[in-house]
C-alpha cells in the first residue's frame, strides 16, 4: 500500500480542508457549510460532493468540463459515490438545516482518486466540525468512514491500485467501510474479466486490512 | 421473485430489440448496429448503452433531460453500468470496427429498471446478431449476462426489489453475472445502514438463483 | 389510409396513455395533469405537448437531443403543432389551475408521426378525464380533434403518406380538425413544388374522409 | 394593408442586405455566400435562414436566446418557415456547392415579423445575385416569393395583422406565394377559434391581393 | 478621426434608442427600463450591458452565439467593459429599484466597435430619461461620457483605427472618459508590441482630443 | 507589498508548474504543450490561458461554471488577459506547431489572482521549456513578464491590494510589464470614482517598482 500524507487546513478560505496524499495521488478536499438544505428535504441535513480534476493533473491535459459544456460521466459517477459514502457515515438527522459541500479536486491522478477523495472529504468535513460546530463533533454526528480499492492483476489480488496498475486490472473493486468494518459501499467491474464469490471476499479481506492503516491516519490527524 | 415478460422484435426500425418487463418494471431495449468506432479504439469494437425514462414512466412526470439542459447523474450512472456489463459479455476483438448502440427507455418503472435494462439490452443485442449478423453470433462472441437488485429491507434480505421496497432498503445491491455464475458488476450501496461481509453473501447467493430463473427466460426467447 | 391501432392504457404510471399505431408508426401519448399553470395565465388551465423519438425508431440511428445539447428544431416546430391542436381542442377556461402535458414519444416511425401524435394525443388527454376527472369529462371541456396527413406525390393527391411517399413528395399538407369538420390547424409546404388554391381544396376534400375514419376509431375506444 | 418601405443595401459588409418595414414592423434581412454546403447535399446549393428579435425590439425587454442558453421555440419554427419558402423559390440544383444564409434580424416588432423576413429574404438573395454572381441573378435561379398574414378578427377576415390584432385574432393564417400566385406554403392556426373551408378560401383571395401588391414593390426595388 | 452621425429613436418600442455611426462602424443602442434590481443590491438602481454582433456585420459571417452553444468570450469582455463604463457615468444611488438595460447591437463592423457602443449606450439611456423620466433626468443622475480607441500602427500614434488599422496596430488602447476628461476606464493592450509610458501620454493626449469632438455630438443630439 | 512565495514544480504531471503565493492568494499555474495549433495559425506557436477559482477558493462558496453551464464572465476577461499577457512576452513565430495551455487555478482568493496567475504563469511555461525544451529555452523565446494590481484606496495610491482594499477600491490598475519596464498590457477601471492622467502616472511610478521585485523573484525560482 502507498504511503499515505495528510495536510491539514490547507486552503484557509474553507471551512475544512485537506490534501490528501497517496503515492502520486494528490487531492485537495475540501467542506463547506451552508445552512440552507434542499426543498425535499425536512427535519434533517445534507451532503453534497463534486468531483473534478485539474487540467494538468494527468498525463494529457484533461479538457476542463465547461469547455466541452458537459459534465463528464465518469466525475458524475465518481461524486454520486463520493456523496453516498459521506452520507453514510453522517447523522444527518442531527443537523437539519445544514448542507455540506464536500469539492474534492484531484491536482495530481495516480490512480485511486475516487477513495482518496472519499478519505479526504470525510476529514474535511470532520476538521470543519471540529473548529466550528463543536458542539456538533461531540454529539457524534460523523462516524469515520475509509475507502479503498484493489483488484486482479495478472490473476493475483492486489491493494491500492496506481494508474498503471488500474490500466492492466481484469477486477477493480471499490471499498468503502466504517469504522467497524461494516460495508457502505462495494463496486467491482470486470471489464476485461470476471471473479468468482471467492475472488470477492479475498479483496475484502485485502481492502479490510488497508482500510485499518487508513483509518489510522484519520485518527491522527484529528487528534492532533 | 415478480414475473418476467419478454416480447422479441418490438421495435421494427431497430436492428434489434425488445420489450423487458419485471413485474411493473418495463423498458424498450433496442441494438443499433453502425460500422464505425470511437478513434481510441483499434483493431476492436464497442458497445455503448444510453438509458432514458419517459416523462409518464414515474408516479410524478420527469422533466425530460433536454428540457433541464443537462443529462441526469443517476442516468449517467446507471448508462456506464449498463455499458460496462454488456461489454463484459462481448468479445469485443472478435468485431473489429463495429459499435452497437444499445438505447434502454423505460417506459414504466417499478424498481429494477437498470437490471432489466441490462436483461434486456443483452437480447437485444443477440437478437440483431442472430438475424443480421449470423456469423458473428454463431461464432458466440457475445456470452449471456443477467442482472437483479437484492437488498436488505427492514433487516430481511430480499429479491427484486420494486419501487417501495426500494425507497425503503437498509442496503441495495446489483449484481451481474454471466452463465458461468462469475460476478461481471456488483455495485452495493448502504445509504440508510451498513452491510457486513456474511451479508454480503447472502445477498449474492438469494441474487444466483435469481440470475438462473432469468438466463432460463433469455434463452427461451432466443431459442424461439 | 393506413390501419389504425389504438391500445388504450398502456402506460400504468401515466394519468392517461395509448399506444397510436397507424400502419408502422408507432407513439406512446400520454397525459398527465398537474395542479399548477405558467404565471402568466389566469383563470385558465394549459396544455403543452412535447414530442421525442427513440434513437432507434428511424433506419438509421437518430442521436438523443440530450446528447447533441439542443432541442431538435424539428421536434421544437412538431410539439408547437400540437401543442396548439390539443388546446384548440379544450376549453381552457372551464379548468383553471391545471396543467396537462402531453408526451408524444414515437417508437417507430413510418411517416405522419405528428398527426398520430395528435390523434393519440387527444385519446391519452380524453382516457385521463374519464378515469380520474369524471365531472370535467362529463361537462365536455374537451371537443374531439383529428388529424391527417395529405399530400401530391407525383402530381396526385394521396392521404396518409409513409415515409417512402413523404420523402419524395411534392406538397405535404398537415390538416387538424374538430369533429364539425371546420378547421384547427392548416400547415402545407411545397418544398418541391407548389401547389394551387384548387389543389389545396381536393387535399382538403381527401383529408376530411380520413378525419372521420379516425373519429370513428376513437369514439370506439372512448366507448369502450 | 400597411404601408411596406424597402431600403436595399443597407449592411455593408453582408453580401446582399434590405431594411424591409411594414408599417412598424422593420427588419434587417441580409444574405452571405459561402462556397460549402452541408455534406448530405450532392450536385445542389443550399438556402439556410435564421431569424431573431433584437432585445428591444418589443414592448417588453426580450432575452437573449444565448441568456436563456437555448433557441427559442418560437424563432426555431419562424425559421424553419422562412427557410422553406425561400428554398421553394429558388433552383438548388443551378446553384451546386453555395450556401446562401438568410439572417432576419427583428429590430422592431409590431406583427407580422415572419412574412416581412420571407419579403427581405428573397430581396436579400436577389440583390446579393445582382451585384455579385450576375450570370446566376440572369439564368434566373430565384424566383419571385412574397408571403402576408391574414386572419380573422371579431369574426371578420382582415390583412396584414399588427401585434394588436394578432393577439385578438381568432385565426392567424400566413400565406406564401410566388409569381404565379401558386401557394409555397400555407400556415393557418385556431387557437381562439375554427376555421371553415370557405373561410380558408376568402382569406386565400384576399392574401392574394396583398401578395399582389407586395411583388410590385419587390420589383421596384430590384429594378432601380 | 472618422465621420461622427448620431440618428437618435430609432427603435420605436425601446426607451431610448440610437443609431451610432462612426464611419463605416454601425451600432443599434437601445435603453430599457425595468422596475427590478438584482437581489445583492440594496437602495440602488443598475446598469448593465449587452454587445452582441449582427452575423453579416463582418466581412466572413459571424456564427451567432446561440449557434454555438456558448457566449462569445470577446463579446464578455466588451459588454463588462460597456457595463463598468456606464455605470461609471451614472449615480446608482439615485436611481434605487431601477435596471437599466443597453443593448448594443453592431449591424455593420469596421473598427471601434466598443467605444462607439459606450458613446451609443450612454445617449440611448439619456434619452430614455429625457422622454420618460424627466425628474431623473434634471437631477443629473447621468454624467456624460465618451470613449475611443487610439493605438500605435506602425510606430506612429494614431485615433480611431477602423478594422484595417486595428488589425496591424502594435498598440490598441481603448479610453473612458467624462465631461471632466477624468479617466473611467483604460484597457491597453501590446499583443504584437510593448508602450512605454510616454507613448501611454500621447496616446491619452490624442485619445482627450478626439472625446472632446465626441461629447460635443452628443450634446447636439440631446439638446435637439 | 504581501510577501511572495514561489514553489516550482508542484503538479507531477504537468509538463511545468508553480504555486503561486502572494499573502494568502494562492493560484497552481501549469504550463501543458501540445503539438498542435488552431487551424488559422501559420508557421506560429500559440499561447492560451485557462482561469478557474476552486469553489472554497473564496469567503462564500462559489458554483462551479460547470454546475451553471456557462463560463463565467469575469473568469473570461482575466483568462483573455493571462493569454494576451504571455503571448506578449513570447515569441511565437520561434515554435511553430506548438501550443501551450496555461492553467491558473486559484485555491485560495485574496486579491490580485489574476496577477499572480500572469507571474506564475510565466514562470509554469518557463521551467517546462527550462526542463523538456532545452533549445527553445537557451534561444530566449520567452522575455519575462510580471503583472501587479495597484489602486487609490480612500483617495491613497496603495499596491498589491488584498480583497478587502479591492472591493473598497475607487480606482483599480492592474499592470503588465515587460522587463525593460515597458508595458504589454494595462487596464484600470474607476467604477466608484475616476481618475486623472497624473495618477494614472502615480500609479504606473508605484506598479514599477513592485514589477521589479516580482522579477527578482521570478529570477530566483529559475536560477535554483
Redesign the interface.
Known amino acids: 500500500m502507498r504511503p499515505i500524507k495528510i495536510t491539514p487546513n490547507?486552503?484557509?478560505?474553507?471551512?475544512g480542508?485537506v490534501l490528501y496524499e497517496s503515492g502520486?495521488t494528490e487531492v485537495?478536499c475540501?467542506?463547506?457549510f451552508?445552512s440552507k438544505v434542499p426543498e425535499w428535504l425536512q427535519d434533517s441535513g445534507w451532503i453534497t460532493a463534486?468531483y473534478?480534476m485539474?487540467?494538468?493533473?494527468?498525463?494529457s491535459?484533461v479538457t476542463?468540463?465547461?469547455?466541452r459544456?458537459?459534465?463528464n460521466?465518469?466525475s458524475?459517477?465518481i461524486?454520486?459515490l463520493i456523496g453516498?459514502a459521506l452520507?453514510?457515515s453522517a447523522n444527518l438527522e442531527k443537523m437539519p438545516g445544514i448542507s455540506i459541500?464536500v469539492?474534492c479536486?484531484v491536482?495530481?491522478?495516480?490512480g485511486g482518486t475516487r477513495t482518496a477523495s472519499i478519505n479526504g472529504g470525510y476529514l474535511a468535513i470532520a476538521l470543519a466540525l471540529k473548529s466550528k460546530y463543536p458542539d456538533l463533533y461531540n454529539q457524534g454526528i460523523l462516524t469515520p468512514v475509509s475507502a479503498i480499492s484493489v483488484g486482479k492483476v495478472d490473476g493475483k489480488i492486489v491493494d491500492d491500485l496506481d494508474y498503471i496498475q488500474d490500466s492492466a486490472a481484469e477486477v477493480d473493486l471499490n471499498i468503502v467501510m466504517?469504522s467497524?468494518f461494516?460495508?457502505?459501499?462495494?463496486?467491482?467491474?470486470?471489464?476485461k474479466g470476471?471473479?468468482?464469490?471467492e475472488e470477492?471476499?479475498q479483496m475484502?479481506d485485502l481492502g479490510k486490512k488497508c482500510i485499518k492503516n487508513i483509518f489510522d491516519e484519520q485518527i491522527k490527524v484529528l487528534k492532533s
Chains 1, 2, 3, 4, 5, 6 share one sequence.
Do not use: H, M, V, W
Open positions: 490547507i486552503i484557509k478560505n474553507a471551512d480542508s502520486n485537495i475540501t467542506a463547506t451552508e463534486e473534478s485539474l487540467p494538468a493533473s494527468t498525463n491535459r476542463r468540463e465547461i469547455t459544456g458537459k459534465k460521466a465518469r458524475q459517477e461524486q454520486r453516498r452520507r453514510g459541500y469539492d479536486d491536482i495530481n491522478a495516480d466504517n467497524d461494516n460495508l457502505i459501499e462495494i463496486q467491482g467491474t470486470g471489464e470476471t471473479f468468482s464469490n470477492l471476499n475484502l
